[in-house]
């Protein structure tokens, strides 16, 4: 039972390495920084480590009896799956999605991080950063997918969403080894009532 925390913590961590490494080659395309040549092999990155990392990620979460972690996470790859094998499949056909759908999924995403944002405040000031950032650049893509405004906007939510994963896996990760965070996480901005669900891992 003593090792429980440690393993739930590895598999956040391992999720929000994902999420790090597929928003921030996102944010770079869409910034500029990567060509647009480059388009496959981004949606391929994206695909494998904001996609299918965390799904595999969130699938663990649930097995380790960490069921808020394994919603949040197999949600938000699942998202990036879909996102991501539409563009391959339209790139590599004549078959073209219009960027309703695309607009549709990112409103409802942001829905969902919005309600996580709250969720997570019961975990630490870090954790619910994240989600508020993810909130944001969900709601940027929307607006970018009914072209109200460009994609550099997005780009750099999802850049500044990147570094705030990085950071907390770092966080996590360090906790689950030696006790400690390398990365402070901060505490809980809300606290749970008496007898309430608790987490022992940041």
């Known amino acids: 039972m003593a090792d429980e925390s440690p ?12 999420v ?24 391929i990155v994206v695909l494998a480590f904001g996609g299918l990392v965390q799904f595999l990620a969130g699938i663990a979460s649930i097995r380790f009896h960490e069921p808020f972690c394994g919603v949040a996470l197999t949600t938000y790859g699942f998202f990036w799956i879909t996102v991501c ?7 590599g056909t004549t078959f073209q999605l219009s960027p309703v759908p695309y607009a549709q999924l990112n409103f409802v995403h942001f829905v969902f991080a919005a309600v996580m944002v709250y969720l997570t405040a019961y975990r ?5 950063l994240l989600c508020s950032m993810v909130a944001a650049t969900c709601f940027l893509t929307f607006l970018a ?17 990147g570094l705030t994963a990085l950071y907390h896996a770092v966080g996590s990760i360090t906790f689950a080894f030696t006790g400690h965070e390398l990365a402070p996480l901060g505490p809980p901005l809300l606290r749970r009532s008496a007898g309430g669900p608790s987490q022992a891992v940041p």
């Open 7 to 18: 393993r739930r913590s590895d598999v956040l961590a391992m999720g929000l390495f994902g």
């Open 20 to 43: 790090a490494v597929g928003t921030l080659t996102l944010g770079l395309a869409q910034f500029g920084a990567i060509p647009d040549r480059d388009h496959i092999g981004t949606m």
């Open 85 to 91: 094998t539409a563009k391959l499949v339209s790139a």
């Open 124 to 128: 630490s000031a870090t954790l619910s």
């Open 145 to 161: 997918r009914l072209e109200l405004l460009t994609d550099t906007l997005p780009g750099i939510g999802h850049i500044v969403v």
